[in-house]
């Protein structure tokens, strides 16, 4: 029987994407941003297309599928109606809208035929289908409830339901404008953090804060018992606007105006963001516990882009009646590419489930020739390491020394996090090291956290989860055991908390080796791991880009394939590079689609 492969494509409103699908089994799946290296790009994925038609050996002709992960028709239905419903106030948003619809959106279909260069059908998903699909298809459970929350897709902004072997039902939607994705998105914009890129700063500055302002979140969100909500829109702007997420008499309700980008943030915005923070997880642990009630199960998955707030997904694994859950590594738009494509292999086409994502390793990887060949056009100065096991004795004693490792090895992750592949590893028992890295490598704000790796067999020991519990893709944030949190202070965020991975040798074994060989050396089998990029741009995706990164800010060394760079030979002025990593975020969001829910 000749193979089956399907191509799953999302895009049109952030992080875009795309994933092949080959009899059942995930091939490849990537975001536009790591190849173009326009951080959260919403354009048609050409690059990540291209990607992985060629990791699976294929051209476009062979597709027996291609599908795209949400309707057109629908989402515009919404963006009319509502338009409409708040005329003349959304004369702007009409006039950004319009043009786009008209000439792209509406046309999906013969656009993507257009672009491929194929007159094959295109099949059309449902957003909030692909995000249940995304988590539950490729899950380890043969049957969950599922709970899927984010922005806004066609009309749905969240939804929950149950999966059954190949079968999804989603049972209960809840429409826009009423959204939990948007309140956040509002929360992230009011502290002056751009919308759909820095909503996990919200988190790592709510710890710093005080609860406050509950009263005041009560005041503009209904919360019923079960979870559902109703948003008081007298107080948003979404509704007409694509600019805005929220207005004046926000503003006047909490006392001051909207925190302009860069300025200080001050006790207000911290008690602003844990005050939000707080109403948001009480909103999920709701909606999880009645998922939980309503269909019995003792298993969640979660998909969304609110299924990347860690600190909701804990609590719903502790608090909702739930024995396990599963969030897939790409909770977000770029997920439901993968989501779309397993949704039509399993559920359309009654293939029975044959995968299982045990890892986030789904990207392009290179040669040590290919390494070689950027490390000689570039004239560094690099040594190859006699073997594996002196490679990773090394890299755990730079780490050890203090060293920031810029470590690039193998297929690039899936999904917002750096998991091991294109990751920043350093020692968490420096309690400096936090500031170090944000001040000097990543040029971010002081207060963000960074998270934990630690070999999966000590996990429990560090943290206050259960022995042999995974948590690969740094969704779960546990507390850190009292006694642990001053030896890996670096890791330990103001709370006590720690956003978890845990690793193992089976799923990366070079990884893996580098953190016990780092605890030979201390006794603490816990390394910092970050993303390796700086602020404003993607994480890197290929050694060109994780070389003009490595020289162009504080990293100490490169530990690339089989190769180890230590000096740096060209001139480096940090200020210069923080200087490029502001501007290239300034540049991101001019460029950017400012419509937040269109």
Known sequence: MDAVNILGISCYYHDSAAALVRDGQLVAAAEEERFNREKHY?????????????????????????????????????????ILAEWPRSYRAWLMALPRWLTDRLHTGRDFQRRLGVDKEILYGQHHLAHAASAFLVSPFEEAAILTADGVG????????????????????????????????????????RVNDAEWKVMGLAPYGEPRFVDHFRRIVDVKEDGS???????????????????????????QPQRRREAELTDFHRDVARSGQQMVEEIMVRMARHAQRETGLKKLCVAGGVGLNCVANWRMLREAGFDDIFIQPAAGDAGAALGTAFYIYNSVLKRARTFRMEHALWGPSFTNAEMEAVLREAGAEYERAGDEAELVERTARLIAEGKVVGWFQGRMEFGPRALGARSLLADPRRADMKDIINAKVKFREAFRPFAPAVLKEYAHEYFEMPAGMDAPYMLLVPKVRAQKRGVIPAVTHRDGTGRVQTV???????????????????????VINTSFNVRGEPIVCTPADAYRTFVSTGI???????????????????????????????????????????
């Open 42 to 82: 919403n354009g048609f994925p050409e690059q990540a297309i291209a990607y992985c038609l060629r990791e699976g050996g294929i051209g476009v002709e062979e597709l027996d599928h291609i599908a795209f992960y949400e309707k057109p028709l629908l989402k515009f239905d919404r963006i009319l109606e509502t």
């Open 154 to 193: 066609e009309w749905a902004t969240t939804a929950w339901g149950l999966g059954r072997g190949t079968e999804i039902e989603l049972r209960q939607e809840l429409d826009f404008p009423h959204s939990v994705g948007l309140l956040f998105s509002a929360i992230t914009a009011y502290l002056g953090f």
């Open 229 to 255: 909500i109703r948003l008081d829109l007298r107080y948003f702007a979404h509704t007409y606007s694509t600019r805005r997420t929220f207005n004046r008499r926000w503003e006047r309700l909490f006392g």
């Open 504 to 526: 193992t040798a089976e799923h990366n074994r070079r990884y893996h080796a580098v953190i016990r060989a780092f605890a030979g050396l201390t006794g603490v089998p816990v």
């Open 556 to 598: 100490d060394a490169l530990v690339m394939g089989d190769f180890i760079v230590t000096r740096k030979t060209e001139p480096v002025d940090y200020d210069a590079g923080r200087r490029r990593s502001v501007a290239l975020e300034a540049g991101r969001r001019a460029a950017a689609d400012v419509g937040v829910h269109t």
